[in-house]
């Protein structure tokens, strides 16, 4: 199954954080089959004096939705991050990693919405993913990724 991801990082050495994520999901996920540029962004949903630098790759996987928020998770708490954002307070952090899109795959429980519900909000996400992927129709408005970019703000 081929699923695309965001990374995010503001803390410590940046770059270095998002090839040693990549690298784990290499490892740990699947093969990862495309990675976007790195973007410097400014930090969306809370105040920080730290940029953030932002990514998307695909990742061919074997792994079930579930499974796969599971890994990222444990790539997240390997590489450093201690807590997860509560309700929607967001706080610097070592590593991010979202899962945007699973195949078209809709799904929606307490532990995981695909697609991500605010990708599309969000230009931190939407530049990477549309430079790695812009074809692929999301699933929900079933639109494709290059046509929604354009329509993000932040």
Same mark, same amino acid.
């Given at each position: 199954m081929k699923a695309y991801l965001g990374l995010g990082t503001n803390? =410590?050495? @940046?770059? %270095?954080?998002? /090839? %040693? %994520?990549? @690298?784990? #999901?290499?490892? @740990? #996920? =699947?093969? &990862?089959? +495309?990675?976007? +540029?790195f973007y410097v962004t400014a930090p969306w949903g809370f105040s920080s004096e730290n940029s953030f630098l932002n990514a998307a790759c695909s990742v061919d996987t074997e792994l079930t939705p579930l499974q796969l928020l599971e890994e990222t998770q444990a790539i997240e708490r390997s590489l450093g991050r201690l807590?997860? +954002? &509560?309700?929607?307070?967001? %706080?610097?952090r070592l590593i991010d990693i979202d899962l945007l899109l699973y195949e078209d795959l809709i799904w929606d429980t307490p532990?995981?919405?695909?697609? /991500?519900?605010?990708?599309?909000?969000?230009?931190? &996400?939407?530049?990477?993913?549309t430079e790695i992927a812009p074809d692929v129709v999301h699933p929900l408005l079933k639109k494709k990724l290059k046509e929604l970019a354009g329509h993000n703000t932040k």
């Open positions: 803390l =410590g050495d @940046k770059e %270095a954080n998002l /090839h %040693a %994520a990549v @690298k784990q #999901i290499n490892e @740990k #996920i =699947g093969e &990862v089959t +495309s990675l976007s +540029s807590k997860k +954002s &509560v309700n929607h307070r967001y %706080a610097d532990q995981l919405q695909l697609p /991500h519900p605010l990708m599309t909000e969000r230009r931190f &996400v939407m530049d990477p993913l």
